[in-house]
């Protein structure tokens, strides 16, 4: 009788315990709710009101259905059942107020979301999650206060990478020196791949090229074909001009990794293009050239400019100089801020194609290199005196026995508007030579003005002194 009395009192036990679970709730319910969730049900309050039912002391599975909700973006549920986790919680549940967090973040209402990651840290102080999504959203006020909240969580778990944490909030707060900091304070082998791409970026943002490339190396040596890395290695590849490197991460971009994974944009086609270009492989780079300029988005088209000088460059290097000059003018054309010196490389262009040619068609060019000097006045009236300096060389250039005096009225104007001023810097008695040289010989060899000649030779040696060549003329035409 007593061995039937504890079986039966066991059984009973049993039943009690089997019951109080399943009011509790199982880890059954919260993949049930995420298909419910999921599948919409006509009928879903109903069932859910089921689930709550068996959970509602359950603060852990109710946290849980309203991060369900949260995932399929509703947000009005998410926040119930997180009210719901704190109530059976007693107010003591820490992922229930990162849920209310991440609920304010979603709705930008950063204050809100800052209060309910504080108090999850209050009541777990040694859980990271609300220190980096604290920091994450009080950074946009604060990227200091950010971290600074970040080191109080070093001082909770030493055994956490805190400097990762504080390397991707600087990062993501363009603080890239700051983040370049953090990030070097993690031993390698504890960095992650998203670490990698950003510790990488960051000294890439501040042109430490070198080092960069160094970073995104060793992130592929833990993840060969990652395509973020592998873009990054090719970008600072170009920049410290290892454009054979270069070139076999564009192969490995374009060719070797998972096509699924990879968006190419007119970023990619450019660096492969420049990798192309420094290895000589001209047409083909004019060719990823066009794909960069074919991959813009038609509403952002700022690249454009950029692109057409880089197809420019390209095609002045293969001695193609009319496909250079057209593809110069088109990026002139589309650059909204193009300046004086922009302007002034057409006529360069046009000078070096002059210089390819012959008879008419040199002189044509060159009567081009002289029109660009003349409007780069108009469009740019500060750059008179340079554009004056070298329309007077241009055009002493088509004459070279200065019978039709070309280069004279610009020599003169050039002479003049420095001579306004009482000080002259380098460039100033450079240009001045130029012209002095020009009216020495035009007045001696032309208008055969030995007194003229004699006054430019003598102002040529007082931008010059140490000129033997011109003291000597100047003795010379002195006798006579």
């Known amino acids: 009788m007593k061995q039937m009395k504890y079986f039966l009192m066991g059984a009973l036990l049993m039943g009690i315990g089997t019951a109080a679970t399943a009011q509790d709730g199982t880890a059954n319910d919260i993949a049930a709710v995420k298909s419910l969730i999921k599948s919409k049900p006509a009928d879903m309050k109903k069932q859910m009101k089921a689930y709550y039912g068996k959970n509602k002391k359950n603060p852990e599975n109710l946290v849980a259905f309203g991060r369900a909700f949260y995932e399929a973006k509703d947000t009005a549920n998410a926040r119930v059942y997180a009210q719901y986790a704190l109530a059976a919680s007693k107010n003591k549940c820490a992922p229930a107020y990162v849920l209310l967090g991440d609920i304010a973040a979603m709705s930008d209402d950063g204050g809100a979301a800052a209060?309910?990651?504080?108090?999850?840290?209050?009541?777990?102080?040694?859980?990271?999650?609300?220190?980096?999504?604290?920091?994450?959203?009080?950074?946009?006020?604060?990227?200091?206060?950010?971290?600074?909240?970040?080191?109080?969580?070093?001082?909770?778990?030493?055994?956490?990478?805190?400097?990762?944490l504080i390397g991707h909030i600087n990062y993501i707060s363009l603080r890239y020196g700051k983040a370049n900091e953090a990030f070097s304070k993690v031993p390698v082998g504890d960095l992650s791949r998203m670490d990698f791409i950003e510790y990488a970026m960051s000294n890439f943002h501040g042109r430490d090229f070198?080092?960069?490339?160094?970073?995104?190396?060793?992130?592929?040596?833990?993840?060969?074909?990652?395509?973020?890395?592998?873009?990054?290695?090719?970008?600072?590849?170009?920049?410290?001009?290892?454009?054979?490197?270069?070139?076999?991460?564009?192969?490995?971009?374009?060719?070797?990794?998972?096509?699924?994974?990879?968006?190419?944009?007119?970023?990619?086609?450019?660096?492969?293009?420049?990798?192309?270009?420094?290895?000589?492989?001209?047409?083909?780079?004019?060719?990823?050239?066009?794909?960069?300029?074919?991959?813009?988005?038609?509403?952002?088209r700022a690249a454009e400019p950029e692109l057409y000088r880089a197809i420019s460059d390209a095609y002045k290097d293969m001695k193609d100089y009319p496909n250079a000059i057209e593809s110069y003018k088109t990026f002139l054309q589309k650059d909204p801020e193009v300046s004086a010196t922009d302007y002034a490389s057409l006529a360069l262009l046009a000078s070096n194609y002059a210089r390819t040619l012959d008879g008419d068609a040199k002189a044509a060019a060159m009567r081009e290199a002289d029109q660009v000097y003349a409007d780069l006045v108009v469009k740019f009236p500060d750059a008179e005196e340079y554009a004056l300096w070298q329309r007077g060389r241009l055009n002493a250039s088509m004459d070279p026995d200065m019978k039709q005096g070309l280069a004279l009225p610009h020599?003169?104007?050039?002479?003049?508007?420095?001579?306004?001023?009482?000080?002259?810097?380098?460039?100033?008695?450079?240009?001045?030579?130029?012209?002095?040289r020009y009216l020495m010989s035009y007045n001696y060899s032309v208008l055969k003005n030995n007194s003229a000649a004699l006054t430019y030779a003598k102002k040529i040696l007082e931008v010059k002194p140490d000129d033997e060549g011109i003291r000597k003329v100047v003795e010379t035409l002195s006798k006579h």
């Open 115 to 164: 209060q309910n990651y504080e108090q999850a840290i209050y009541v777990d102080p040694k859980n990271p999650d609300p220190y980096r999504k604290y920091a994450s959203v009080y950074r946009k006020i604060d990227p200091a206060g950010a971290v600074q909240k970040l080191e109080e969580l070093r001082q909770q778990r030493p055994d956490y990478a805190v400097d990762a």
């Open 210 to 300: 070198a080092k960069a490339l160094d970073i995104a190396k060793q992130g592929l040596q833990r993840n060969a074909l990652n395509p973020t890395l592998t873009r990054i290695a090719m970008m600072c590849s170009n920049e410290t001009e290892k454009f054979d490197d270069a070139l076999i991460f564009a192969d490995q971009l374009f060719n070797k990794c998972d096509k699924d994974s990879v968006t190419f944009s007119e970023i990619d086609y450019q660096s492969y293009g420049r990798a192309l270009a420094g290895n000589e492989r001209y047409a083909e780079a004019i060719e990823k050239f066009q794909q960069a300029l074919q991959a813009l988005s038609p509403d952002d």
């Open 411 to 436: 020599f003169e104007r050039m002479i003049e508007l420095i001579d306004a001023r009482t000080e002259h810097d380098e460039t100033d008695l450079r240009r001045l030579e130029d012209g002095y």
